[in-house]
Antibody
Framework: EVQVLESGGDLVQPGGSLRLSCAASGFIISSYAMTWVRQAPGKGLEWVSTIRDSGGRTYYADSVKGRFTISRDNSNNTLYLQMNSLRAEDAAIYYC??????????????WGQGTMVIVSS | SYVLTQPPSVSVAPGQTARITCGGNNIGSKSVHWYQQKPGRAPVLVVYDDSDRPSGIPERFSGSNSGNTATLTISRVEAGDEADYYCQVWDFGSDHIVFGTGTEVTVL
């Protein structure tokens, strides 16, 4: 079965760091673009970052550029999101998703259940 | 930045047709994808590339895209279709993915 499973969400203080993981099974992540999407409580979906397959070119929302880093470990078939300098407005459920193809214009066909990030002192 | 505008809510009686619009500048030139999200659950892809359906999605879900408006149509609406629906595109101009504002569908 094709699926992804996020982990790493936690309570962190403003200015702190956190690394989210997304373990993939049933497919090889290096063959597809992968993405992170977040959703603040009671709000809509917000795209965070995408990484392409080959070459691993990365894309970021303006709200996280320079603070977040998307990466993947092909040997572990795992996607990551390193989040630094966290702010209160970064608090959200973070979803990992697989794109249907290798490029960024494809739809997100497989989603994880999400992991919660809380930013508070 | 590119903006996608959806009506906040749509109400429809069971068995009727729900139409959810997604407005954006020249959206007809882009590939539009639609997601369904039920409370407490992750989003699910229901239409991709304007009008294609993933396996397992009922034929009652269909999409179209032209000019400045994309539309998700749900025919013969059922109680189980109650959810939030989001459109999404890749904006080549900004190299960003953009989600619509979301539409809450209520089945009366």
């Amino acid at each position: 079965e094709v699926q992804v499973l996020e982990s790493g969400g936690d309570l962190v203080q403003p200015g702190g760091s956190l690394r989210l993981s997304c373990a993939a099974s049933g497919f090889i992540i290096s063959s597809y673009a992968m993405t992170w999407v977040r959703q603040a409580p009671g709000k809509g979906l917000e795209w965070v970052s995408t990484i392409r397959d080959s070459g691993g070119r990365t894309y970021y929302a303006d709200s996280v550029k320079g603070r977040f880093t998307i990466s993947r470990d092909n040997s572990n078939n795992t996607l990551y999101l390193q989040m630094n300098s966290l702010r209160a407005e970064d608090a959200a459920i973070y979803y990992c998703a697989k794109l249907r193809g290798s490029t960024r214009e494809n739809a997100f066909d497989i989603w994880g259940q999400g992991t919660m990030v809380i930013v508070s002192s | 930045s590119y903006v996608l505008t959806q009506p906040p809510s749509v109400s429809v009686a069971p068995g009727q047709t729900a139409r959810i619009t997604c407005g954006g500048n020249n959206i007809g030139s882009k590939s539009v994808h639609w997601y369904q999200q039920k409370p407490g659950r992750a989003p699910v892809l229901v239409v991709y590339d304007d009008s294609d359906r993933p396996s397992g999605i009922p034929e009652r879900f269909s999409g179209s895209n032209s000019g400045n408006t994309a539309t998700l149509t749900i025919s013969r609406v059922e109680a189980g279709d109650e959810a939030d629906y989001y459109c999404q595109v890749w904006d080549f101009g900004s190299d960003h993915i953009v989600f619509g504002t979301g539409t809450e569908v209520t089945v009366l």
